[in-house]
């Protein structure tokens, strides 16, 4: 007996319903807060219970058919999977009927009792608590099983599960308010009948075209039958009376298919609206915006594959956790295998959400031998290149809307693109080239490589950037001063990945790299002699005051130089080529990771009066910590000793 289950039956009360062998229990606390605001709100769109019983109806078809793939006896010689709709004026009831995978009677008090699925969590997560809107969140997100209390003021479920005797089926009877009632019956054939018994208010679905048109508009492309009862025109018999005098429509005991009943994915994509690829994505993914733009391409060759791929609009909260789940669902040969395929998509592209469906793996495909496969490996590449285009295309645009859909992609997922860098050699210059960055020119994040390559000054021969904590910090940063100066436009990186990613991207088309915070500044042929000469000569004369600067400073920087990175600061931190910046250690640190101790090189301004007044001053000491620790501060640290660094702004305040 599961966990639920066990709590449920503490909260067994006293049969209400007379029958020696029905139980009576009470809903956990959340499904009572659910139903409740199910049974109270105004539905903004209350046909939405369809979507869900069907969506349900087919996840326990989908369910009978991978366990039938090692057991193939759960058939029980009714191996033709369907979704049945039957319709009841006299008793006001609508039946969904499944031969899926069916419940057992814990499965039943577990299941329909508790809330376990995501979907839903996300939903509650959502509540504001105003009635209105938290209505039209029932329409969007939908609430699976409980959507059934929108329409209906009692549900009666009845299952058996596949493989087990007729004798133990299962009834389940709720109300919709605290508990509900389970019984064992007999139900000869597999799978789950959902009866609604309809509220006064909700008869309009009893009409045969009403249910119709719902289930073209949300679950056309579920890979089931749906299946109504075939209604004929039956002309008037002779001599009837006045009100059936011009012949009827009469239901018949066919059943007729009224869904496309392919998966959405295998239909031809000229087939397709887009309102269709929409509600498809929204179904599965249970996010109830649109998204943004999908792909959707049957791949030959030596692996054979359907992808279809789709960028959402907005980022999930848990994207930068490790827990992050990929939003890929397998299927082969459109039996559905396992959600959260992760090695099907690259790491950083873990926001794409969508579905593969494989020709070629194996049935029962595990995720371990997911890991090994080559063909997986090839669907891998195969999506990433498929993705990264689909973004190309959408960046290159002439399209303002798909303009901007790029902008929002960006917004929202930049920063995960980026670990592409370090991820994806293979594809290393095509995520480069939708990177966008704010600069020293603006504080939109919009320049790419491309854009800054062109608005290069004549002699320029390197793509200068930095990285930060944050934008401010970044535009008051002193090793910008010089660039400003001479007008050189140097990005703007503030994204914590930034200096990471970067590593691994040495050169744009051919144009180096260079961090404007690491290693000597070397601006090429924009360096202006003379003043590299009148730097050249500072160092020679402040040569006495840099050797007691270095001895001083000792245990804090590596080296001490002068620099004519600098125009009205005092002095800054760099670091070497090939060093980790400060920022980055501390990130590091914060994350708990073992770093290596490397100490910043302070570069100092000769012809700044602080750093000219260290010639004459008695006392030394306290400003040379002054200098270093205001070039902390000024990169984003915080001084080693903050007590220490106040006591000597202090006594050099004092004078
Ligand atoms: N027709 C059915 N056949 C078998 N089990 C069902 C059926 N309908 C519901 N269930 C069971 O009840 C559970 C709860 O259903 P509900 O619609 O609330 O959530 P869900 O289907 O798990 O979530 P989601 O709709 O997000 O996939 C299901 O997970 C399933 O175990």
Redesign the pocket.
């Known amino acids: 007996m599961s966990e639920s289950t066990e709590n449920q039956t503490e909260n067994q009360k006293s049969t209400q319903t007379g029958n020696a062998q029905a139980k009576s229990y009470s809903f956990q606390a959340e499904v009572a807060q659910l139903l409740h605001l199910v049974t109270h709100s105004l539905y903004s769109n209350p046909e939405i219970f369809l979507r ?2 069907i ?3 087919s ?2 078809c989908d ?1 009978l058919r991978f366990e039938g793939i090692n057991n193939g006896a759960l058939y029980e010689n009714d191996p033709d999977l369907h979704v049945r709709i039957s319709l009841d004026k006299d008793n006001k009831t609508i039946t ?1 009927s ?1 031969n ?4 057992t009677e814990s ?1 039943a008090i577990d ?2 009792g508790t ?6 969590k996300d939903f509650m997560s959502k509540l504001t608590g105003d009635q209105k809107n938290d209505a039209q969140l029932i329409g969007q997100f ?5 959507s059934g209390f929108i329409v209906a003021d009692k549900i009666t479920v009845e ?1 058996r599960k596949a493989g087990e005797p007729a004798s133990n089926g299962v009834r389940w009877i709720s109300g919709g308010t605290g508990d509900f009632d389970v019984e064992q019956i007999t139900k000869e054939s597999r ?2 009948d ?1 009866i609604l018994h309809l509220r006064d208010d909700a008869v309009e679905y009893l009409e045969a075209w009403k249910v119709k048109q719902i289930v073209n508009k949300y679950s056309d492309h579920i890979s089931l039958p749906i299946q109504m009862r075939k209604e004929v025109w039956q002309e008037a018999e002779e001599g009837a009376d006045a009100e059936n005098a011009e012949g009827k429509m009469v239901l018949t005991d066919e059943w007729e298919t009224i869904n496309s009943a392919s998966a959405l994915w295998t239909r031809n994509k000229k087939d397709i609206s887009d309102e269709q690829y929409t509600e498809f994505y929204k179904q599965f993914s ?1 996010d109830f915006e649109a998204p943004l733009a999908w792909s959707h391409n049957r791949v030959e060759g030596s692996t054979e594959y359907t992808q279809l791929l789709y960028i959402p609009a907005k980022a999930p909260h848990d994207l930068f956790t490790r827990e992050q789940k990929s939003g890929i669902k397998l299927y082969v040969k459109r039996v559905f295998i396992m959600d959260e395929a992760e090695n099907l998509m690259p790491s950083y592209l873990r926001f794409v959400k969508g579905i593969i469906d494989s020709a070629d793996l194996p049935l029962n495909v595990s995720r371990e031998l997911l890991q090994e496969s080559k063909d997986v490996r090839t669907i891998r590449e195969g999506n990433a290149r498929r993705v990264l285009s689909l973004l190309d295309s959408l960046a290159k645009s002439e399209d303002k809307e798909q303009q901007d859909k790029f902008a929002t992609f960006y917004k929202e997922f930049g920063a995960v693109l980026k670990e592409g860098l370090g991820e994806d050699f293979g594809n290393k210059d095509k995520i480069a080239k939708l990177l966008r960055f704010a600069s020293t020119n603006t504080d939109d994040v919009t320049v790419s490589f491309a854009d800054y390559k062109a608005n290069m000054k004549e002699g320029q021969d390197a793509i200068y950037y930095l990285t930060a904590e944050s934008l401010a910090a970044a535009k008051n940063s002193p090793q910008l001063e010089l660039f400003k100066k001479k007008g050189i436009e140097v990005l703007l990186m503030t994204d914590r990945v930034d200096e990471w990613a970067l590593n691994f991207l040495t050169d744009f088309d051919g144009t180096p790299l260079q961090s404007v915070a690491k290693g000597a500044v070397d601006l090429g042929k924009l360096q202006d002699e003379e003043e590299k000469k009148a730097a050249e000569t500072a160092a020679e004369t402040l040569k006495p005051t840099l050797d007691k600067l270095t001895d001083s400073l000792k245990d804090k920087a590596k080296e001490v130089r002068v620099t004519t990175r600098l125009v009205d600061s005092p002095a800054c931190l760099v670091v070497g080529d090939q060093d980790l910046s400060p920022q980055l250690v501390r990130m590091l640190k914060q994350a708990g990771q073992p770093v290596p101790e490397t100490k910043p090189i302070l570069e100092i301004n000769p012809e700044h009066p602080l750093v000219k007044r260290l010639e004459a001053t008695d006392k030394f000491e306290d400003l040379a910590n002054v200098i270093f620790d205001q070039a902390l501060l000024a990169e984003g640290g915080v001084p080693e000793d903050p007590a220490a660094y106040l006591k000597r702004i202090n006594n050099l305040l004092l004078g």
Do not use: M, Q, R, W
């Open positions: 869900e019983l969506s349900n109806a996840d326990a369910k969904i499944d899926g995978i069916g419940l499965e299941n329909l809330i376990a699925k995501s979907g839903t939908g609430v699976g099983f409980y299952s799978g789950t959902i249970h």
